[in-house]
Protein backbone atom coordinates (compact mmCIF):
# COMPACT_ATOMS: atom_id res chain seq x y z
CA UNK A 1 0.00 0.00 0.00
CA UNK A 2 2.31 2.36 -1.21
CA UNK A 3 3.34 4.33 -4.14
CA UNK A 4 1.16 7.21 -3.31
CA UNK A 5 1.66 11.28 -5.01
CA UNK A 6 -0.26 13.94 -3.65
CA UNK A 7 -3.18 13.31 -5.66
CA UNK A 8 -3.40 9.45 -6.12
CA UNK A 9 -4.25 6.94 -3.49
CA UNK A 10 -2.77 3.45 -4.65
CA UNK A 11 -3.61 0.09 -2.42
CA UNK A 12 -3.24 -3.49 -3.13
CA UNK A 13 -4.97 -6.43 -1.47
CA UNK A 14 -5.32 -10.12 -1.41
CA UNK A 15 -8.83 -11.54 -0.64
CA UNK A 16 -9.64 -14.65 0.23
CA UNK A 17 -12.63 -15.46 -2.29
CA UNK A 18 -12.24 -15.56 -5.92
CA UNK A 19 -13.13 -12.49 -7.94
CA UNK A 20 -16.43 -12.90 -8.53
CA UNK A 21 -16.89 -12.64 -5.03
CA UNK A 22 -15.25 -9.49 -4.36
CA UNK A 23 -17.04 -7.75 -7.30
CA UNK A 24 -20.69 -9.15 -5.79
CA UNK A 25 -19.31 -7.06 -2.28
CA UNK A 26 -18.12 -4.56 -4.20
CA UNK A 27 -21.23 -3.63 -6.49
CA UNK A 28 -24.36 -4.88 -4.42
CA UNK A 29 -26.37 -3.20 -2.66
CA UNK A 30 -26.97 -5.11 0.39
CA UNK A 31 -23.16 -5.46 0.85
CA UNK A 32 -21.87 -2.33 0.09
CA UNK A 33 -24.04 -1.41 2.61
CA UNK A 34 -21.93 -3.70 4.99
CA UNK A 35 -18.50 -1.42 4.01
CA UNK A 36 -19.22 1.88 2.46
CA UNK A 37 -17.94 4.62 5.11
CA UNK A 38 -17.21 1.93 7.87
CA UNK A 39 -13.85 3.20 8.10
CA UNK A 40 -15.18 6.68 9.85
CA UNK A 41 -18.48 5.16 11.89
CA UNK A 42 -20.58 5.99 9.04
CA UNK A 43 -23.72 3.39 7.51
CA UNK A 44 -24.75 3.96 4.25
CA UNK A 45 -28.46 3.82 3.36
CA UNK A 46 -30.69 4.28 0.73
CA UNK A 47 -28.04 2.91 -2.13
CA UNK A 48 -28.74 2.57 -5.52
CA UNK A 49 -26.24 1.21 -8.36
CA UNK A 50 -27.63 1.15 -11.81
CA UNK A 51 -24.17 -1.22 -13.12
CA UNK A 52 -23.45 -0.20 -16.52
CA UNK A 53 -21.41 2.15 -18.36
CA UNK A 54 -23.16 5.44 -18.09
CA UNK A 55 -25.06 4.27 -15.26
CA UNK A 56 -25.29 6.20 -11.86
CA UNK A 57 -24.52 4.92 -8.30
CA UNK A 58 -25.68 7.03 -5.00
CA UNK A 59 -26.02 6.38 -1.68
CA UNK A 60 -26.77 8.13 1.94
CA UNK A 61 -23.84 7.46 4.24
CA UNK A 62 -25.23 8.61 8.12
CA UNK A 63 -23.47 8.79 11.05
CA UNK A 64 -25.52 9.98 14.06
CA UNK A 65 -27.02 13.46 12.95
CA UNK A 66 -24.24 13.87 10.40
CA UNK A 67 -25.59 13.03 6.59
CA UNK A 68 -23.24 12.71 3.45
CA UNK A 69 -24.78 12.40 -0.06
CA UNK A 70 -22.34 10.32 -2.38
CA UNK A 71 -22.76 9.60 -6.36
CA UNK A 72 -21.03 8.98 -9.40
CA UNK A 73 -21.04 7.53 -12.70
CA UNK A 74 -19.74 3.79 -13.69
CA UNK A 75 -17.35 4.74 -16.64
CA UNK A 76 -16.12 1.31 -17.35
CA UNK A 77 -17.90 -1.94 -16.35
CA UNK A 78 -16.26 -5.28 -16.48
CA UNK A 79 -17.79 -7.33 -14.37
CA UNK A 80 -15.05 -9.56 -12.11
CA UNK A 81 -12.05 -7.80 -13.71
CA UNK A 82 -12.84 -3.55 -14.15
CA UNK A 83 -14.69 -1.19 -12.42
CA UNK A 84 -14.09 2.70 -13.03
CA UNK A 85 -16.51 5.16 -11.41
CA UNK A 86 -16.79 8.65 -10.50
CA UNK A 87 -16.99 9.41 -6.93
CA UNK A 88 -18.45 12.65 -5.66
CA UNK A 89 -19.75 14.17 -2.13
CA UNK A 90 -22.74 16.43 -3.01
CA UNK A 91 -22.09 20.10 -2.12
CA UNK A 92 -18.64 19.89 -2.02
CA UNK A 93 -15.74 20.33 -4.54
CA UNK A 94 -14.77 16.72 -4.05
CA UNK A 95 -14.96 14.89 -7.39
CA UNK A 96 -12.77 11.92 -7.38
CA UNK A 97 -12.31 8.97 -9.93
CA UNK A 98 -12.05 5.21 -8.44
CA UNK A 99 -10.84 2.23 -10.78
CA UNK A 100 -10.62 -1.31 -9.08
CA UNK A 101 -8.83 -4.18 -11.05
CA UNK A 102 -9.86 -7.83 -9.89
CA UNK A 103 -7.10 -10.41 -10.72
CA UNK A 104 -7.63 -14.52 -9.99
CA UNK A 105 -4.23 -15.07 -7.90
CA UNK A 106 -4.52 -18.82 -6.72
CA UNK A 107 -7.91 -19.46 -4.56
CA UNK A 108 -7.99 -15.43 -3.84
CA UNK A 109 -8.35 -12.25 -5.64
CA UNK A 110 -5.64 -9.44 -5.88
CA UNK A 111 -7.45 -5.88 -5.86
CA UNK A 112 -5.06 -3.06 -7.13
CA UNK A 113 -7.05 0.15 -6.06
CA UNK A 114 -6.58 3.81 -7.90
CA UNK A 115 -8.10 7.03 -6.55
CA UNK A 116 -7.56 9.94 -8.19
CA UNK A 117 -8.84 14.12 -8.25
CA UNK A 118 -8.47 14.75 -4.75
CA UNK A 119 -8.90 18.63 -4.15
CA UNK A 120 -6.44 18.86 -1.91
CA UNK A 121 -3.80 16.52 0.15
CA UNK A 122 -5.60 16.25 3.57
CA UNK A 123 -8.36 14.60 1.43
CA UNK A 124 -6.13 12.26 0.09
CA UNK A 125 -4.88 11.09 3.26
CA UNK A 126 -8.13 10.71 4.89
CA UNK A 127 -9.50 8.46 2.10
CA UNK A 128 -5.90 6.40 2.72
CA UNK A 129 -6.59 5.88 6.33
CA UNK A 130 -10.37 5.02 5.28
CA UNK A 131 -9.84 2.82 2.26
CA UNK A 132 -7.91 0.06 3.87
CA UNK A 133 -10.57 -0.19 6.58
CA UNK A 134 -13.41 -0.39 4.03
CA UNK A 135 -10.75 -2.92 2.10
CA UNK A 136 -10.70 -5.27 6.02
CA UNK A 137 -14.47 -5.00 6.57
CA UNK A 138 -15.00 -6.03 2.49
CA UNK A 139 -13.05 -9.45 3.81
CA UNK A 140 -14.59 -9.94 6.37
CA UNK A 141 -17.98 -9.85 4.48
CA UNK A 142 -16.31 -12.14 2.05
CA UNK A 143 -15.43 -14.74 5.06
CA UNK A 144 -19.09 -14.40 6.11
CA UNK A 145 -20.58 -15.36 2.91
CA UNK A 146 -18.41 -18.76 3.65
CA UNK A 147 -20.22 -18.91 7.01
CA UNK A 148 -17.38 -17.35 8.86
CA UNK A 149 -17.94 -14.84 10.98
CA UNK A 150 -20.32 -11.66 9.94
CA UNK A 151 -20.91 -9.20 7.59
CA UNK A 152 -21.01 -6.17 9.95
CA UNK A 153 -18.02 -4.58 12.18
CA UNK A 154 -17.25 -6.73 14.78
CA UNK A 155 -18.09 -5.35 17.83
CA UNK A 156 -15.68 -5.08 20.80
CA UNK A 157 -13.87 -8.22 21.77
CA UNK A 158 -15.09 -9.74 24.74
CA UNK A 159 -12.46 -10.42 27.70
CA UNK A 160 -12.22 -13.50 28.02
CA UNK A 161 -12.10 -16.29 25.26
CA UNK A 162 -11.93 -19.89 25.29
CA UNK A 163 -9.10 -21.75 23.29
CA UNK A 164 -11.12 -22.35 20.15
CA UNK A 165 -12.26 -18.87 19.89
CA UNK A 166 -8.18 -17.86 20.35
CA UNK A 167 -7.33 -20.20 17.95
CA UNK A 168 -10.32 -18.50 15.58
CA UNK A 169 -9.03 -14.75 16.05
CA UNK A 170 -5.70 -15.56 15.66
CA UNK A 171 -6.06 -17.72 12.60
CA UNK A 172 -7.84 -14.49 11.42
CA UNK A 173 -5.77 -12.05 12.36
CA UNK A 174 -3.02 -14.43 10.41
CA UNK A 175 -5.20 -14.02 6.87
CA UNK A 176 -5.58 -10.75 7.12
CA UNK A 177 -2.18 -9.49 7.65
CA UNK A 178 -0.83 -12.17 4.92
CA UNK A 179 -3.93 -10.54 2.77
CA UNK A 180 -2.87 -6.78 3.30
CA UNK A 181 0.86 -7.64 1.71
Known sequence: MDDNSANALRLTHRFAGPPALVWTVWTRPELIRSWFGSSHGFRAHDIAVDLRPGGNWSLRNVKGAL????????????????????????????FSVISVE????????????????FPDAQARIEHERGWPQAIRVMGEALLAMHGIGTLWPALPEPRHLDGVARDLEAARDRLFAENAK
Not at 69 to 89: C, N
Open 67 to 94: TEDVSGTYHEVEPDRRLVYSYHFAGTGF
Open 102 to 117: LTAEGDGTRLHFLQTG
